[in-house]
């Protein structure tokens, strides 16, 4: 039987020195959450180290050629969207091929000397260390700051320590596969228009026109890559950028971020965006400094109406009336000591070994070592460890 242990945040420096064993397994306290309602831990803002697309096959390319520029509508609050034309000819991605963290490490390989630190003799020629705690998507992370109020979604983790850096990947969980399998046509056909409201107000060009008669190709994508810290933790991270924002002349203000919504008629409806959308979209654009949000109101048959920009750093603020209202100082609070505690218990640097983080709703987060003959969750591909140790290549003009 697995000996669990739980583990106070006070204790993380008494555990650094508490190399685990594979048959045990240690938790982390996720409750009482007002535990975590003290003074905000300092979140660096978020610096742009890089970008790069992915294309219509998939495929990594270190450039910008699929960047999409915001196009506002003339008038915001009489637009005439429909969600849900070209829904059957959606050219889909194909969920079945696990990419893991592999477009991340692809820009890793090709940047390496933005990890290099600089010394007072010259860059330090390490090739090997990357001088950073943490990798992962945004996406997790946006996962882990919702997390002390989320209470339907659990989620799975794989963390693997590998020359100092501690990565992280999120896998599906049984009851997020179970629930994919259960969707409904008509579910399946309104987690489609998001990217359908993209295509009404993005083109190629600064000065273009959108394009809406073509079928909606989710494998295309364009993403930064952020450097930040969030108290003694330095990260790196990436995720998908909707498109750059030429719009707002504030300088460091680039990126813009779409949503859709229903159209909010009843108290209960404000209520219910207040407490669940807007705290995850709140910490997805405040992870990576996205300053605005462009969210289109439709209607129950996929009708954009109106559009409404939410300033992100505005949206805690925008929670009155709102009865024990979630806290963004818990969030960070919460993920600072979490992080602490993956330092804490994944010491064995190894490519291979894995440890398995896992939580559900209303309980502790339980964090174990996988066997090292476990391949299941491995997903440091072999490329990245053998071309992590050798010079950064050339850039492709």
């Excluded at 219509?56 to 009489?78: D, E, V």
């Excluded at 005439?80 to 963290?101: A, C, Q, V």
């Excluded at 850096?165 to 997020?176: A, D, P």
């Excluded at 600064?206 to 890559?225: A, I, K, L, R």
């Amino acid at each position: 039987m697995k000996r669990t242990r739980t583990v106070d945040y006070r204790e993380r420096e008494k555990l650094q020195a508490d190399k685990e064993t594979e048959n045990k397994s240690v938790s982390f306290r996720t409750h009482p959450i007002n535990r975590f309602d003290r003074k905000p831990p300092v979140f660096r803002k978020p610096n742009e180290i890089g970008n790069y697309s992915v294309d219509k096959n998939r495929l990594f390319k270190h450039n910008r050629s699929n960047m999409k520029y915001f196009i506002p509508p003339r008038n915001s609050n009489t637009v005439n969207f429909d969600l849900t034309i070209g829904y059957k000819e959606m050219i889909r991605k194909d969920e079945s091929r696990k990419e893991h963290l592999d477009y991340i490490l692809h820009w890793i390989l090709c940047n390496k000397s933005k990890f290099q630190l600089q010394t007072k003799d010259g860059i330090n020629p390490n090739n090997r260390d990357l001088h950073t705690d943490f990798i992962c998507w945004r996406g997790l992370l946006t996962k882990l700051l919702c997390t002390p109020y989320e209470n339907r979604d659990d989620w799975l983790i794989a963390i693997t320590k590998y020359n100092n850096t501690i990565y992280m990947c999120e896998f599906e969980t049984e009851q997020r596969k179970k629930n994919k399998a259960e969707m409904t046509e008509r579910q399946d056909e309104m987690s489609c228009w998001g990217w359908k409201f993209e295509q009404y107000v993005t083109a190629d060009k600064p000065d273009g026109t959108p394009v809406t008669t073509e079928p909606v190709n989710n494998n295309e994508e364009y993403s930064t890559v952020v450097r930040s810290r969030l108290e003694s933790h330095s990260l790196v991270f990436s995720g998908e950028v909707d498109a750059m924002d030429t719009t707002s002349g504030c300088e460091g203000c680039k990126y813009v971020e779409f949503k859709t919504n229903r159209e909010i008629e009843y108290n209960r409806q404000r209520q219910n965006f207040q407490r669940f959308k807007l705290i995850k979209w709140w910490a997805q654009s405040y992870l990576v400094g996205i300053p605005k949000i462009v969210c289109g109101y439709r209607d129950d048959n996929g009708i954009v109406h109106r559009l409404e920009t939410i300033n992100t750093l505005d949206i805690p603020n925008e929670l009155q009336g709102l009865r024990d209202p979630w806290k963004p100082n818990v969030s960070l609070n919460f993920l600072d000591q979490l992080l602490a505690f993956i330092k804490a218990n994944v010491t064995e640097d190894n490519p291979r070994l894995v440890y398995l983080m896992s939580w559900q709703p209303g309980r502790d987060i339980q964090l174990h070592k996988q066997p090292p003959i476990s391949e299941k969750y491995q997903f440091l591909p072999d490329w990245y460890i053998t071309n992590s140790q050798e010079e950064e290549p050339q850039r492709k003009k």
